[in-house]
């Protein structure tokens, strides 16, 4: 059985590992549109943005590890078709046959829709890391466009340099990932407290100047949605991916904001697909085959926890060996040297409270929409109430939230105060 794995990112890389763990002793082919081998994305917004790093420091594994799996790799090779009836992968270097085939083709950095955004620098891969890390080298200030997780990890790796650093947001605050807005006070007050000037709510109307992403300074502004001009040497886009799809149309597979697929990654017989790329109904909900459309699905999870978690289960499906384990989403990130991590499902709507003994590890309950008035009688009179545990937030506590990321994944009440 001949597996292709379009993708050569962790989720890609991982799903080949998986399979040879899991006793798949056929051909493994690897299809990454890229020219460097595989490599670890949560780096480039660190250790290698910073320098601490140098670029192919951020392989996820040597050569010889590499050689040890027996795969084929097919590097800087990008698909451009799939034809499922003929088990059969387009690529600009000729046709691919396939037994299996596993999507993982990520997600591409999307820029601002404002005038000017060719002057931007976006991240996503590990050349647009080494761009950006030469293009600040001699910067003094730097502005980063966005108000996600990749947005305050360029703004922490910029001020620990001690460039004047301005996050420019968008309406609502700074957001955690699935965690939404419930962190967005928390998250400005660190960023100013480590001299970050934060506008959470003022939008980039334009980008103004003549360079275009060189390494020297000077010549740039943002203008802000009400007319402010933000001088910058370097400005920075951390303004959501866009999944990697194009390739996939006239396939027949459904495709909506990402690979429409059952609660096991498959999105056509022979045809799953994982990582950013994906979205993957819940578990139950929708079986095989994958949706219609992505109505009913849950939106995708840009996260390498979970590209890592869906690549095993896939692995373990494609060699036969039922899945069975029950896996709690965790995403983590590292903002001037605070380690925020969570784990578990979360509703924008629903507050955050501090668990009992721990105020920098917070919880949230389902049907948690009100305030602490609004909890039941049996949360009254034991510091708990009914409503199950969904999600846990840890605030730079990684043994608090390491016992209450136990307890969730096991179903027992978190107390809350």
């Known amino acids: 059985m001949h597996v292709v794995v379009v993708g050569a990112s962790v989720a890609g890389l991982t799903v080949a590992e998986a399979l040879r763990a899991e006793g798949h002793s056929g051909p493994v082919t690897l299809v990454g549109d890229e020219p460097h081998v595989p490599y670890g994305r949560p780096p480039l917004s660190k250790q290698v943005l910073t320098g601490a790093w ?13 050689d040890a799996l027996d795969l084929t790799i097919r590097s ?10 003929a088990h059969r992968l387009l690529t600009d ?5 396939y037994d299996v085939l596993v999507v993982a083709t990520g997600a591409t950095a999307v820029r601002p829709a404002v005038p000017g955004a060719e002057r931007v620098h976006l991240l996503r891969t590990l050349d647009d890391a080494v761009r950006l ?11 980063v466009i966005g108000s996600g997780v990749l947005a305050s990890e360029i703004a922490s790796a910029a001020r620990g340099s001690e460039r004047a650093v301005t996050m420019v947001g968008r309406r609502g605050g700074l957001s955690f990932g699935t965690v ?9 007050a660190l960023h100013r407290a480590a001299g970050v000037t934060v506008e959470p709510n003022a939008g980039a109307r334009a980008v103004e100047g003549t360079r275009t992403g060189g390494t020297g300074r000077g010549g740039t502004a943002v203008v802000l949605g009400d007319g402010r001009r933000v001088p910058a040497d370097v400005v920075v886009a951390a303004t959501g991916g866009r999944p990697n799809t194009a390739w996939l149309a006239g396939s027949g597979l459904v495709v909506d904001d990402g690979v429409c697929c059952d609660a096991r990654g498959v999105a056509a017989p022979d045809v799953f697909a994982i990582g950013d790329v994906a979205r993957w109904a819940a578990p139950g909900v929708l079986p095989a085959p994958a949706p219609a459309s992505g109505t009913s699905l849950p939106p995708r999870v840009e996260h390498q926890t979970n590209a890592i978690e869906q690549a095993l289960s896939v692995a373990a499906t494609i060699t036969g060996h039922d899945d069975q384990t029950e896996r709690v989403p965790f995403f983590w990130s590292e903002v001037h040297g605070v380690l925020v991590q969570a784990a578990g499902t979360f509703d924008p709507a629903a507050p955050l409270e501090p668990w009992d003994d721990d105020p920098a590890v917070l919880v949230q309950r389902s049907g948690d929409h009100g305030g602490a008035g609004d909890h039941d009688s049996a949360g009254d009179r034991g510091g708990t109430n009914d409503h199950a545990t969904t999600g846990v937030v840890g605030w730079g506590a990684p043994r608090s939230f390491r016992r209450a990321r136990r307890l969730l994944a096991a179903g027992i009440p978190t107390p809350t105060r």
């Open 54 to 66: 140098d670029a192919d420091r951020a392989a996820l594994r040597t050569a010889a590890e590499l």
């Open 76 to 85: 800087g090779v990008r698909a451009t078709g799939l034809e499922p009836s």
């Open 93 to 97: 270097a000729g046709p691919i046959a």
């Open 133 to 143: 890390r030469a293009a600040w080298t001699s910067a003094e200030r730097v502005v």
């Open 180 to 188: 939404g807005l419930a962190l967005s006070d928390r998250l400005t």
